[in-house]
């Protein structure tokens, strides 16, 4: 090994080597139901209570990362993370890029990159460095994008003591995520990507505004056989509008939109964040839907209590059947079917959360967290069975670390 | 938030809300046309918010090892912060392609050598480890 002092006087970097670092967390969560599934986001198609009523999958995972320099202002990383996800524990590829940072006031950067939609949203595999055991859920539970192939570029400069940024990417989406049912995925490959935010940034503040798009390829598949239906010439026939309503149903070439809003908090000891999101989709399945989350922690010593308090609202609730009733059975189904279809989007869910952060090393900690979930809809959950009174109660510990 | 503060305090939770004391300077190279530094731009170069110096340069600012004292006695003075924050703060960076941490170094001699030979280099030491091979470019006492 060279000594530190020999490598910094090395005029190139190309005699560095890669650098090798990682991150895990081993986590167990125990739901006192067994009428529902909780899962951590909607990737995931089963989870804690209905499946398994303690679960060591929902929480763990496992992340390498490899970088290398190239020149001063040039490098390159790779990323594989293993975690429960559409594609079970089969490791996947969420970062690989190559970074350019001329100066201060620029970074570009090209390949596979994490999704930067909210504050930490491009962190959340990584539970070492966030106080809760898992993101919230009501918040995060429904960003179903960790990566897409593109590119991004930030400018960045100083303003009244603090930094501004300004940040877009583009690119397209690779991943597939559950649809509830056991073999049936929407696959998000090749849906188009934009997006970007403001973000200002003082010594103890950080402010951000944020706003992306997402243009889905492929169609929801269980929506498929209801489209179909809605279609069909014999429909068309009877009510001329009938198709029309498929396509604004339709996911497909239909575009979903995610705004943002968020601050953070952080000095010394106390770390408090209020973070606010809408999303909308042009599609007449999802209707619109905003979240929040406040959360605050205070460390003292080793340990770092911290609440919680997450809500997801659906913005209206009004199904107004599309289709005439009464013209047949058949049709009065297809309505029932089609009101079923975006009644099944709508997302009221409020969740409370206390912990307890322990530092464990320098390089990991162990994590207590309790949840209180109230449900009035059945959007962020699987599996739920008939008879659930929409709550459950979440105990998770985990551990985490980086190396 | 004093107030709160001050409230968790007086319930008997102790150790939290006071800086370690400890005599830290932070040091460049003379020729690195820096005469001082505003603690918030010792903070944005630690905490790799920015790397250019006035001259252009990037900055190349040290950090010692977990297994100095100095480590934790810097960043409490300067963010007041403990290691695991720290370690967290840049994970978060690391693991979602925004930079890596400062160059580690294993002793404040080293940090004598790389400065006094290099002219982006920044570190921090002991102040009575000062002598005339480096400038002292920001001192939290004053």
Redesign the interface.
């Known amino acids: 090994m060279l000594s530190l002092a020999t490598q910094v006087h090395a005029a190139d970097d190309d005699s560095k080597p890669f650098t090798i670092s990682g991150f895990g967390t081993l986590g167990v969560v125990h739901s006192n139901t067994r009428n529902v599934d909780i899962v951590r986001d909607l990737t995931q198609n089963d989870g804690v209570g209905y499946t398994r009523q303690t679960d060591f999958g929902m929480d763990s995972n496992f992340g390498l990362q490899l970088n290398k320099s190239v020149s001063d202002n040039i490098d390159t990383a790779l990323q594989v993370v293993s975690r429960r996800s559409a594609n079970k524990f089969q490791p996947e590829v969420t970062w690989a890029y190559a970074r350019y940072v001329p100066n201060d006031n620029l970074q570009l950067r090209a390949g596979r990159l994490g999704f930067d939609v909210y504050l930490l949203a491009d962190s959340r595999n990584v539970g070492y460095t966030y106080q809760w055991v898992r993101p919230p859920i009501d918040f995060f539970g429904s960003l179903i994008i960790s990566y897409f192939d593109g590119g991004d570029m930030v400018l960045s400069t100083p303003l009244s003591g603090g930094i501004l940024r300004a940040k877009v990417f583009a690119g397209v989406a690779r991943e597939k995520t559950s649809t509830g049912s056991p073999d049936e995925f929407l696959s998000l490959n090749r849906s188009r990507l934009l997006g970007g935010h403001l973000e200002y940034q003082t010594s103890n503040w950080i402010y951000r505004l944020g706003y992306s798009q997402l243009t889905f390829k492929n169609e929801f598949p269980p929506l498929q056989p209801l489209l179909d239906n809605l279609r069909s010439p014999y429909l068309n026939a009877f009510i001329p509008s009938a198709a029309g309503l498929a396509n604004e149903l339709s996911l497909t070439d239909n575009k979903f939109t995610y705004l943002s809003a968020g601050i953070a908090y952080d000095e010394g000891p106390l770390q408090a964040q209020l973070m606010l999101n809408q999303l909308s989709s042009a599609s007449l399945l999802f209707p619109t839907n905003r979240a929040a989350y406040l959360t605050v922690g205070y460390r003292i010593d080793q340990w770092t209590p911290y609440f919680t308090y997450s809500a997801s609202r659906p913005v209206n609730k009004n199904t107004a059947s599309r289709l005439p009733l009464g013209v047949s059975p058949d049709i009065d189904m297809l309505a029932a079917a089609f009101n079923d279809a975006i009644n099944n989007q709508y997302n009221r869910q409020t969740t409370f959360s206390l912990g307890v952060r322990f530092d464990l090393t320098e390089k990991s900690n162990v994590k207590l967290q309790v949840d209180d979930i109230k449900t009035d809809d059945y959007f962020l959950v699987r599996n739920n069975q008939p008879g659930w009174n929409g709550k459950a109660r979440l105990i998770s510990i985990a551990y985490n670390f980086i190396f | ?1 004093k107030a709160l ?1 001050h409230l ?1 305090l007086c319930l008997g ?1 102790w ?3 006071h800086a370690a004391q400890a005599d830290l300077v932070v040091i460049a190279n003379p020729q690195s046309g820096i005469e001082k530094l505003s603690k ?1 731009e010792v ?2 170069l630690y905490m790799g ?4 110096l006035a001259s252009g340069m ?1 900055a ?1 600012p040290l950090d010692m090892t ?1 297994a100095n004292t100095e480590k934790a006695k810097f960043y409490a003075l300067l ?7 720290i ?3 840049w ?2 960076l ?4 925004q ?2 941490p400062p ?1 580690q ?2 002793s404040a001699d ?1 940090v004598m ?2 400065v006094s ?2 002219k982006a ?1 920044i570190g921090y030491i002991e102040r009575k480890k000062l002598d005339k091979r480096v400038r002292m470019i920001y001192d939290p006492t004053q």
């Open positions: 938030m503060c968790i939770f150790g939290c809300c918030d903070i944005n918010r920015n790397r250019k990037n190349m977990a963010v007041n912060k403990n290691l695991p924050e370690n967290s703060y994970a978060r690391m693991f979602s392609g930079g890596s160059m170094v294993e080293e050598d790389i030979s290099n280099a």
